[in-house]
Protein backbone atom coordinates (compact mmCIF):
# COMPACT_ATOMS: atom_id res chain seq x y z
CA UNK A 1 0.00 0.00 0.00
CA UNK A 2 2.77 2.25 0.98
CA UNK A 3 4.35 1.71 -2.82
CA UNK A 4 1.46 2.68 -4.28
CA UNK A 5 0.40 5.72 -2.54
CA UNK A 6 3.88 6.89 -3.15
CA UNK A 7 4.36 6.31 -6.66
CA UNK A 8 0.86 7.71 -7.11
CA UNK A 9 2.26 10.88 -5.35
CA UNK A 10 5.14 11.12 -6.60
CA UNK A 11 3.99 10.28 -10.14
CA UNK A 12 1.08 13.38 -10.38
CA UNK A 13 3.85 16.04 -9.19
CA UNK A 14 6.36 14.88 -11.54
CA UNK A 15 3.85 15.14 -14.25
CA UNK A 16 2.68 18.57 -13.55
CA UNK A 17 6.18 19.61 -12.92
CA UNK A 18 6.81 17.70 -16.81
CA UNK A 19 4.12 20.07 -18.26
CA UNK A 20 6.07 23.49 -17.13
CA UNK A 21 9.52 21.83 -18.06
CA UNK A 22 8.39 20.75 -21.24
CA UNK A 23 7.58 24.48 -22.16
CA UNK A 24 10.48 25.77 -21.06
CA UNK A 25 13.42 23.14 -22.38
CA UNK A 26 12.16 24.32 -25.90
CA UNK A 27 13.83 27.87 -24.83
CA UNK A 28 16.58 26.50 -23.11
CA UNK A 29 17.69 24.21 -26.09
CA UNK A 30 17.40 27.12 -28.15
CA UNK A 31 19.93 28.70 -26.14
CA UNK A 32 22.13 26.53 -24.61
CA UNK A 33 21.43 23.97 -27.61
CA UNK A 34 19.52 20.85 -27.93
CA UNK A 35 22.91 18.45 -27.03
CA UNK A 36 23.37 20.16 -23.88
CA UNK A 37 19.38 19.26 -22.81
CA UNK A 38 19.84 15.33 -23.89
CA UNK A 39 23.16 15.24 -21.53
CA UNK A 40 21.11 16.16 -19.19
CA UNK A 41 18.42 13.85 -19.44
CA UNK A 42 21.08 11.37 -20.14
CA UNK A 43 22.67 12.38 -16.49
CA UNK A 44 19.49 11.80 -14.56
CA UNK A 45 19.14 8.66 -16.44
CA UNK A 46 22.43 7.06 -15.41
CA UNK A 47 22.10 8.39 -12.24
CA UNK A 48 18.62 6.87 -12.11
CA UNK A 49 19.87 3.35 -13.40
CA UNK A 50 23.73 3.50 -11.06
CA UNK A 51 20.60 4.09 -7.54
CA UNK A 52 18.58 1.13 -8.19
CA UNK A 53 21.85 -0.79 -9.39
CA UNK A 54 23.50 0.11 -6.00
CA UNK A 55 20.51 -0.91 -4.11
CA UNK A 56 20.25 -4.27 -5.95
CA UNK A 57 24.27 -5.34 -5.86
CA UNK A 58 26.06 -3.22 -2.93
CA UNK A 59 22.33 -2.92 -0.52
CA UNK A 60 22.91 0.83 -0.46
CA UNK A 61 19.12 2.66 0.50
CA UNK A 62 16.34 2.28 -1.89
CA UNK A 63 15.70 6.39 -1.46
CA UNK A 64 18.30 7.61 -3.92
CA UNK A 65 16.76 5.74 -6.62
CA UNK A 66 13.03 6.60 -5.03
CA UNK A 67 14.47 10.27 -5.37
CA UNK A 68 16.25 10.04 -8.66
CA UNK A 69 13.80 8.88 -10.51
CA UNK A 70 10.87 12.28 -9.96
CA UNK A 71 13.63 14.10 -11.65
CA UNK A 72 14.04 12.13 -14.55
CA UNK A 73 10.56 12.18 -15.34
CA UNK A 74 10.29 16.15 -14.76
CA UNK A 75 12.98 16.94 -17.46
CA UNK A 76 10.28 16.57 -19.98
CA UNK A 77 12.38 17.09 -23.24
CA UNK A 78 9.60 15.64 -25.71
CA UNK A 79 9.71 19.25 -27.26
CA UNK A 80 13.35 19.09 -27.73
CA UNK A 81 13.40 15.79 -29.36
CA UNK A 82 10.84 17.54 -32.08
CA UNK A 83 12.51 20.28 -32.36
CA UNK A 84 15.57 17.96 -32.96
CA UNK A 85 13.37 16.30 -35.83
CA UNK A 86 12.67 19.77 -37.66
CA UNK A 87 16.55 20.47 -36.70
CA UNK A 88 17.66 16.89 -38.71
CA UNK A 89 14.67 17.16 -41.28
CA UNK A 90 13.89 20.55 -42.38
CA UNK A 91 11.76 19.20 -44.76
CA UNK A 92 8.25 19.07 -43.66
CA UNK A 93 7.20 16.01 -45.87
CA UNK A 94 10.02 14.05 -44.28
CA UNK A 95 9.63 14.39 -41.00
CA UNK A 96 6.50 11.97 -40.14
CA UNK A 97 7.57 9.48 -42.13
CA UNK A 98 11.22 10.13 -40.22
CA UNK A 99 9.01 9.94 -37.08
CA UNK A 100 7.39 7.41 -37.83
CA UNK A 101 10.34 5.04 -38.90
CA UNK A 102 11.98 6.19 -35.73
CA UNK A 103 9.44 4.77 -33.45
CA UNK A 104 8.70 1.55 -35.52
CA UNK A 105 12.02 0.82 -34.80
CA UNK A 106 12.07 1.73 -31.50
CA UNK A 107 9.23 -0.70 -31.24
CA UNK A 108 10.64 -3.32 -33.02
CA UNK A 109 14.11 -3.34 -30.59
CA UNK A 110 11.98 -2.43 -27.29
CA UNK A 111 9.51 -5.19 -27.38
CA UNK A 112 11.53 -8.24 -27.22
CA UNK A 113 13.95 -6.96 -24.88
CA UNK A 114 11.29 -6.36 -22.51
CA UNK A 115 9.72 -9.54 -23.23
CA UNK A 116 13.56 -10.74 -22.61
CA UNK A 117 13.22 -9.03 -19.13
CA UNK A 118 10.74 -10.87 -17.36
CA UNK A 119 12.47 -13.88 -18.00
CA UNK A 120 15.99 -13.22 -17.00
CA UNK A 121 16.98 -12.81 -13.21
CA UNK A 122 16.22 -8.79 -11.82
CA UNK A 123 20.04 -8.84 -11.26
CA UNK A 124 20.96 -9.89 -15.00
CA UNK A 125 18.18 -7.01 -16.02
CA UNK A 126 19.82 -4.15 -13.69
CA UNK A 127 23.44 -4.96 -14.90
CA UNK A 128 22.13 -4.92 -18.74
CA UNK A 129 19.83 -1.52 -17.80
CA UNK A 130 23.44 -0.39 -16.50
CA UNK A 131 25.96 -1.43 -19.09
CA UNK A 132 22.67 0.54 -21.65
CA UNK A 133 22.69 3.65 -19.72
CA UNK A 134 26.46 3.95 -20.07
CA UNK A 135 26.28 3.43 -23.30
CA UNK A 136 23.49 5.58 -23.99
CA UNK A 137 25.67 8.19 -21.77
CA UNK A 138 29.24 7.82 -23.97
CA UNK A 139 27.16 7.83 -27.21
CA UNK A 140 25.70 11.52 -25.61
CA UNK A 141 29.13 12.87 -24.56
CA UNK A 142 31.30 11.42 -27.35
CA UNK A 143 28.85 11.25 -30.88
CA UNK A 144 25.52 13.09 -30.56
CA UNK A 145 25.61 16.07 -32.80
CA UNK A 146 24.99 20.08 -31.75
CA UNK A 147 21.85 20.45 -34.00
CA UNK A 148 20.25 23.86 -33.28
CA UNK A 149 21.34 26.73 -35.38
CA UNK A 150 20.83 29.47 -32.91
CA UNK A 151 23.15 27.93 -30.28
CA UNK A 152 26.23 26.64 -32.43
CA UNK A 153 26.01 30.11 -33.52
CA UNK A 154 27.62 32.51 -30.79
CA UNK A 155 26.45 35.19 -33.20
CA UNK A 156 22.64 34.60 -32.23
CA UNK A 157 21.25 36.69 -29.32
CA UNK A 158 18.39 35.31 -27.92
CA UNK A 159 15.88 37.88 -26.20
CA UNK A 160 13.20 35.32 -25.13
CA UNK A 161 12.91 34.17 -21.77
CA UNK A 162 12.51 31.03 -20.19
CA UNK A 163 9.50 32.09 -19.24
CA UNK A 164 7.96 33.12 -22.35
CA UNK A 165 6.64 29.95 -23.63
CA UNK A 166 4.58 29.84 -20.49
CA UNK A 167 3.34 33.00 -20.82
CA UNK A 168 2.50 32.24 -24.66
CA UNK A 169 0.68 29.01 -23.57
CA UNK A 170 -1.59 30.82 -20.93
CA UNK A 171 -2.61 32.55 -23.67
CA UNK A 172 -3.34 30.57 -26.03
CA UNK A 173 -5.10 28.66 -23.47
CA UNK A 174 -7.00 31.48 -22.16
CA UNK A 175 -8.41 33.09 -25.18
CA UNK A 176 -10.37 30.29 -25.99
Excluded at 52 to 69: I, K, N, P, V
Excluded at 82 to 87: C, K, N
Aim: glycine share 4%.
Amino acid sequence: ADVTIYNSCVGFISSVVAVFTALMLGSLSDRIGRRTVFIIKGVLSVMTTYALAMHEFAGLTLWLYLLSQPLYFMWDFTGVSLALMVDVFPERELRAPALSLTFAVMTLVFLPIMELATLIPIYCSVAVAVVAATVKFTFLMTAFPETSKAASSSMTIRTQGLLSPLAEAFTLISSN
